[in-house]
């Protein structure tokens, strides 16, 4: 395109300069340094006129020099400090700002939170949306623009620590925060959180092209956070701030971001009083608090300290903003067990100021049990035998309509590369681990085993021990009978021995396998029948396990107290359990 020499931009007059057969000749600093001197003698503040600008250098470069008194050594001395001094200054000052690369980008995701996290950060947010997502997005821009307290609970990894870290982000670029606190289950999560943060406004190339007012003073740090107190733009401090908690955005004039905070903490860190001090001595406090995930598992597990976290964050955190001021917040969330400080924050009735939102994996589950429960025997089966779930995988591949029939996931793109669909990678995970499933990724944690008040306890049981080792019948027992509870995992005995009047008294019980334990439960066993079978499929383990427990149970002599030897007379097995019953029928035959 033609180039007007008397209306040049300083970067195109450096390009033209350096595009004689000479080479390299001049740089940016260079010509700054040579506007400055010049002043308005060589163009306007933003454009300068070639001809001028080399007239201009001929006077300079002809001048005559005074000639200087003095010692020859020290006016050596004075030379080289005021050389040192400006290859400092210049070395100090980060030049010309790059323009914006594209204007409409930018005003069209400073008024949309999701084109800003599609726009922007392309590789984090590759996946389609669910609806879950862009009814959370609606919230986070709601409470950035808006104001207002929500929480919202999300299944474990669907992005809610991404989406919490674009906000912070969104919200500081465009000019709707001033002042942003992040705050984290603990500091060192919260300090991970803002070195992604940092990691985005250094290097991604899409925000330095049309944030560079921002990006690109934080690119000239090079990494090197003692550089942020001697940096300059147009000679004046950026007052940039770089360090393990807290990010001070570079002072320009006439940027939405100018001097914004990003400061992070731990829940039960140092919260209360949490405030700024500006070069011009103006005081800010937080207007936005984000927290993402504000309990660990192990605070979960503990009522005081739940108690704790939810009296820190009705108090400390919701007072950031100082007396008269309400703070908006965000808190993406996920419970963890029953009654947890984010349990009880989703509770409208109890906290109805946060508008807590529960979203799950499954919105419904597939109505064909017993397809699934035949996918759980194959899948279980190729893992023992080394094919990684692959044999499972086909089986659903055959079956798929009918096994996806009243399912409803919420995000159908999140499932693995040796997947089918989400469906399959939701119902993965709950065979994984049901309690943890129900607890992170559908957000309605299991109820706790609890003893009901009808149930016997602990000490009603010792109380009616009588004393004598395991598997010794006492004297006045003169009949022995044994029972087996048939269970997908395990199965469960208990012998018995029975007075004439029905008096009973328990020998022995446990489980086959036998799970080396003294406490387990049926959701939690390790050894099971599948594995002390292993290749026999459901009914076979069935079958395999009953027969071994009935061989031991039944061909053992039992010890009474006086010396004589019993045998158990009848042995009673449950059939009504799921697929056992056709087995049990047979065995018993």
């Known amino acids: 395109m033609p180039i007007d020499p008397q209306k040049l931009k300083p970067s195109a007059l450096c390009r033209l300069l350096n ?94 939170f999701r084109t800003f996290c599609e726009s922007y950060f392309p590789m984090t ?123 001070v955005l570079p002072t320009i004039a006439g940027s939405h971001a100018s001097g914004a905070i990003i400061k992070v903490a ?41 108690a704790n976290r939810e009296a820190i964050l009705a108090g400390a955190v919701l007072g950031l903003a100082g007396p008269g001021k309400k703070i908006s917040g965000i808190m993406p969330c996920t419970v963890i067990r029953p009654g947890d400080m984010t349990d009880v924050i989703l509770h409208r009735d109890r906290h109805p100021e946060w508008n807590g939102e529960r979203t799950r994996m499954m919105n419904s589950f597939p109505t064909n049990e017993t397809l699934w429960q035949r996918y759980a025997e194959i899948r279980a089966e190729g893992y023992r035998a080394g094919d990684g779930g692959a044999a499972g995988t086909e089986f659903y591949r055959e079956n798929q309509v009918a096994m996806d029939e009243g399912a409803n996931v919420a995000w159908k793109e999140r499932f693995n590369h040796n997947e089918l669909s989400a469906i399959q990678y939701a119902t993965n995970l709950k065979l994984q681990d049901e309690a943890a499933f129900f607890a992170e990724y559908q957000n309605e944690p299991l109820p706790e085993e609890r003893v009901d008040a009808d149930q016997l306890n602990a000490d009603q049981v010792a109380s009616k021990t009588d004393n004598l080792p395991r598997r010794t019948v006492p004297i006045s027992g003169n009949h022995l009978t044994a029972l087996i509870d048939v269970q997908q995992k395990l199965l469960f005995y208990v012998v018995a021995a029975w007075e004439n009047d029905f008096t009973g008294y328990v020998v022995d019980h446990g489980t086959y396998p036998d799970q080396s334990r003294a406490y387990f439960t049926l959701r939690d066993a390790r050894h099971t029948l599948a594995t002390s079978a292993e290749g026999t499929g459901l009914e076979g383990s069935i079958c395999a396990g009953v027969e071994s427990l009935t061989s031991d149970l039944l061909g053992r002599e039992w010890q009474r107290d006086d010396g004589a030897v019993m045998k158990i007379g009848r042995c009673l097995i449950d059939a009504n359990w799921g697929h056992s019953t056709n087995v049990v029928y047979q065995f018993c035959r």
């Not at 001033?178 to 990691?199: Q, R």
């Not at 001595?281 to 739940?306: H, N, W, Y």
């Open 19 to 112: 595009s004689t057969p000479l080479g390299e000749v001049t740089s940016e600093r260079q010509r700054y340094r040579h506007r400055r001197r010049a002043g308005s003698r060589i163009g306007d503040g933003k454009h300068v006129e070639l001809i001028r600008y080399c007239a201009w250098l001929h006077i300079e470069r002809h001048r005559p020099k005074s000639e200087a008194n003095g010692d020859p050594y020290e006016r050596m001395k004075e030379n080289a400090r005021a050389r040192n001094a400006a290859l400092a200054l210049a070395g100090r000052d980060i030049g010309e700002l790059p323009e914006i690369e594209n204007p409409e980008r930018r005003h069209s995701a400073s008024r949309s």
């Open 266 to 306: 731990g829940l039960t860190g140092l919260i209360q009083g949490m405030k700024f001090k500006r070069p011009d001595g103006k005081t800010v406090r937080p207007s936005l608090v984000v927290l993402d995930d504000p309990q660990t598992d192990e605070s979960a597990r503990s009522l005081s300290q739940c």
């Open 125 to 247: 947010f590759h996946l389609e949306w669910s609806a879950d997502h862009l009814n959370v997005m609606s919230k986070i821009e709601e409470a950035v623009l808006h104001g207002g307290l929500f929480a919202l609970a999300m299944a474990r990894g669907s992005g809610k620590s991404s989406l919490a870290e674009v906000a912070c982000i969104w919200a500081v670029l465009n000019g709707y925060r001033d002042f942003v606190c992040l705050i984290g289950s603990d500091e060192g999560y919260a300090c991970d959180m803002l070195d992604s943060i940092k990691t985005e406004l250094d290097a991604n190339a899409l925000l330095l092209a049309d944030y560079p007012e921002v990006c690109s003073p934080i690119q000239s740090l090079d990494g090197i956070s003692n550089r942020a107190n001697g940096q300059l733009f147009q000679g004046k401090r950026t007052q940039i701030g770089w360090t393990a908690k807290e990010i």
